[in-house]
């Protein structure tokens, strides 16, 4: 059964960083590609950054870019999202997921596990 389980969320202020880890377990976690995905109330799920198998490559939506950071270690079957200068419109659940592939991808339907979310809430 593969388990996805996030944790660095919580509350700061505008211009601050949070670190975000998912522990994923259940399948080699070194043969996918892993995603963050976010959604704020009363939105929709959005795609925020993904990473390879192998970590070498990396995409981000546009309005993270510069400000975020995904990586992974695959001794620790972990994944991260490093978030700085944070803003209020960062406020949402966080969501790791799993993808099918080892390849990095923004499109939900290649994602087949997701985690239960890490809530991360930016004051202003």
């Known amino acids: 059964q593969v388990q996805l389980v996030e944790s660095g969320g919580g509350l700061v202020q505008a211009g601050g960083s949070l670190r975000l880890s998912c522990v994923a377990s259940?399948?080699?976690?070194?043969?996918?590609?892993m995603g963050w995905f976010r959604q704020a109330p009363g939105k929709e799920r959005e795609f925020v950054a993904t990473?390879?198998?192998?970590?070498?490559?990396?995409y981000y939506t546009g309005s993270v870019k510069g400000r975020f950071t995904i990586s992974r270690d695959n001794v620790k079957n972990t994944v991260f999202l490093q978030m700085n200068s944070l803003k209020p419109e960062d406020t949402a659940v966080y969501y790791c997921?799993?993808?099918?592939?080892?390849?990095?991808?923004?499109?939900?339907?290649?994602?087949?596990?997701w985690g239960q979310g890490t809530q991360v809430t930016v004051s202003s």
């Open positions: 997921a799993t993808s099918t592939t080892r390849s990095a991808s923004s499109q939900f339907r290649d994602y087949a596990y």
């Open positions: 259940g399948r080699t976690f070194s043969n996918y590609a």
């Open positions: 990473i390879n198998w192998s970590g070498g490559i990396t």
